[in-house]
């Protein structure tokens, strides 16, 4: 298992859009993906359990990566939360 944690940089968080983007990036990968946010873990590759987790611009989020393709996983997620997940 691979794991690091990334500030989320969207002034509105990840609502819909980002959340989709987010989640169309892992499921490219066989890995399971999850990341945790206070005390609660979601499935990286559910939009719903990424909303249902109503993350908010600053937040600490910490990924984690746990397979055959774990390094690649984690560094796609990673990358695309720093980019801004398309905003």
């Known amino acids: ?9 969207n002034p509105t968080g990840l609502h819909l ?11 490219k990968y066989k890995s399971k993906i999850s990341f945790r946010y206070g005390d609660n873990e979601a499935n990286a590759k559910s939009v719903l359990s990424v909303l249902g987790a109503c993350i908010k611009y600053g937040a600490e989020l910490e990924f984690r990566c746990e397979g055959e393709d774990e390094e690649e996983a984690l560094k796609a ?11």
């Not at 859009?17 to 499921?27: S, T, Y």
């Not at 990358?79 to 398309?86: C, H, I, K, Q, Y």
């Open 1 to 9: 298992m691979v794991s690091q944690t990334v500030v989320i940089k």
């Open 17 to 27: 859009r980002p959340a989709g983007i987010l989640c169309n990036e892992a499921v």
């Open 77 to 87: 997620v990673v990358e695309a939360v720093e980019s801004g997940l398309g905003e």
